[in-house]
């Protein structure tokens, strides 16, 4: 296939899954490639909210594979392996078995999910490329589609959310993570049993980048509602074009007039594209830790008060240094809080350095879940952000992998630095 067919087909399959449902639009996109590799069976596999597992939800074509059914753990599989070094697997089976194809479906570092085949043969490098370039596009289509139906949020949830939980994920931003040329940043958020109110928020403008992290008063429905009222400001003031010292005075005034005796702890952070100059804004929250050369140093700024709090305060404008190469993590208390067992969260920061911050945020999380033996007192959320620097101005727009040749991955293959 030419570089003119693979347009063609692209440009078919696009067309093919806008003209059907929203709902159907991976069933078209999996029929068409089991008629044109000749696959017994294609699948999509979405992750869910926690990263612990995935979901299949289209098939084309059926074949025992020897997994559940629909929720599929992802610890020790290889679905856990493609999605942590986004490099696909080729899975070879015994004589006269199919040949199990497992790519990434991921756009602009939001592992989204899954592209699983089942070929009659092992494939080729030019039948590798056009998997990795559906699944590039499939990306595109899950993002398109997902406005319409509730289906992606049904396979996100192998857990039922209470009321709290699902206020909670609505004010999260809808991809957990985002590369750029200059940066690469992935959130992740664990609800404690009774869910505090924490949230995440970021956003990329043509000149900077802005992160924010959040911990509403309470639990449950009142401090989701509390977290929302904080967020809506935020975004507000920010949408607007404030900066962020009015971004923080707008989100405490909105606490003030419409929350009366509540309050949220937040940090608010802004990045220059052009030059990399960092400022930010402390409002009673945990301080950050920054990784630079092996070394995890907790930041020490001056520290305002939380927003909604009904004494006179203003809100200061910090600078923060930051150099190519650096990580910044960025987290609630409900990752310094634990029922249990001890944990060595800069040490760990260190141990995961080679680790995309999707996966480091992920790991992180996890070991904090488990400190606390599944049960925690707090929501538990981190950001965790790597800074390239300025020196370039584009990214590549594929995953990073190899897609003309593959094999299963290897446990330790899970570097990410460009």
């Avoid at 296939?1 to 078209?28: F, I, K, N, Y």
């Avoid at 509602?225 to 975004?235: H, K, M, N, P, Q």
């Avoid at 029922?339 to 992180?364: F, G, M, S």
Wanted: net charge negative; with cysteine; charged share 20%.
């Amino acid at each position: 296939m030419d570089g003119r067919g693979a347009a063609t087909t692209l440009a078919e399959m696009l067309e093919a899954a806008e003209a059907a449902p929203p709902v159907e639009s991976l069933d078209v996109v999996a029929r068409i490639l089991r008629d044109r590799l000749g696959a017994v069976a294609v699948s999509f596999l979405i992750t869910d909210f926690t990263g612990s597992s995935v979901v299949r939800l289209g098939a084309a074509g059926r074949v025992g594979t020897g997994e559940p059914a629909r929720r599929i753990p992802l610890a020790g599989s290889v679905y856990d392996d493609v999605i942590r070094t986004q490099r696909p697997a080729v899975e070879n089976g015994d004589q006269g078995a199919h040949t199990r194809v497992v790519a990434p479906v991921t756009n602009r570092g939001d592992a989204i999910g899954l592209l699983e085949l089942f070929l009659p043969a092992s494939p080729d490098a030019q039948v590798m490329r056009e998997i990795g370039e559906t699944a590039h596009a499939l990306a595109y289509i899950v993002i398109a589609n997902r406005p319409f139906t509730d289906l992606y949020q049904w396979g996100r949830r192998t857990l039922p959310l209470s009321l709290a939980a699902e206020i909670q994920h609505r004010l999260l931003p809808s991809s957990l993570s985002c590369e750029a040329a200059q940066f690469a940043v992935a959130g992740a958020l664990e609800p404690a049993d009774h869910v505090g109110g924490d949230t995440f928020d970021y956003v990329l403008d043509r000149d900077t980048v802005q992160l924010s992290i959040t911990d509403a008063m309470g639990h449950d429905v009142q401090a989701a509602l509390l977290a929302t009222l904080a967020v809506g400001a935020l975004r507000r003031a920010r949408r607007a074009g404030a900066d962020l010292v009015e971004q923080a005075r707008q989100a405490d005034q909105a606490m003030r007039e419409h929350h009366q005796r509540a309050y949220v702890t937040g940090q608010l952070l802004r990045i220059s594209l052009l030059d990399g100059g960092t400022e930010f804004v402390n409002a009673g929250h945990p301080w950050p830790l920054r990784l630079r050369e092996g070394q995890v140093q907790q930041i020490t700024p001056e520290v305002d008060m939380p927003f909604g709090v009904h004494l006179p305060h203003s809100y200061r404008l910090q600078r923060l240094d930051l150099r190519p190469g650096d990580r910044l993590v960025m987290l609630s208390d409900g990752m310094l809080e634990r029922n249990a067992k001890p944990l060595d969260l800069p040490d760990l920061i260190v141990r995961t350095r080679a680790l995309h911050p999707r996966e480091a945020a992920r790991t992180l999380i996890g070991a904090v879940v488990d400190a606390g033996e599944g049960h925690l007192m707090d929501d538990a959320t981190v950001i965790c952000l790597d800074w390239h620097g300025t020196g370039s101005s584009q990214r590549a727009a594929d995953t990073g992998a190899d897609l003309t040749t593959a094999s299963a991955p290897s446990s330790t293959s899970d570097t990410h630095r460009p």
